[in-house]
């Protein structure tokens, strides 16, 4: 197990339902962790995606961004969704090379569903 306290984790996909769990565990192992929002870094966009990275240098990342939609767009759009959220993953990837990040963490999915649905 990794010791997490003071190290800064930057997760991206942070507001979705995993990032939500992650960001909470996160913060009870004492890492020093930010999750950008939407609005504020889009990471289709690598010149966005290395803008984040100057502002929050991280330690660790953990890629949970995606492209996603509900149940129907993932049936209609499938090859559009995988092909948004490898971009997504690249660019992350991307600004971790030559940056001294220790690890990085990229779960790949297209869509996830709480346990009720």
Known sequence: MVDLKGK???VCGASGMTGKMVMKELDLAGAMSYGPPHS?????????????????PPDYVINL???N???????KQPASIFGETV?????????CVGRNVL???TP??????????
């Open 40 to 56: 504020e870094f889009n990471l289709i966009d690598d010149r966005q995606v290395c803008d984040l990275f100057n502002k929050f």
């Open 103 to 105: 690890k990085v963490v």
């Open 65 to 67: 961004a995606g492209y």
């Open 108 to 117: 790949l999915t297209s869509c996830g569903y709480p346990q009720h649905c």
């Open 8 to 10: 800064y984790v930057l």
């Open 69 to 75: 939609g509900s149940i129907d767009t993932n049936h």
């Open 87 to 95: 971009t997504i993953c690249m660019n992350v990837m991307n600004q």
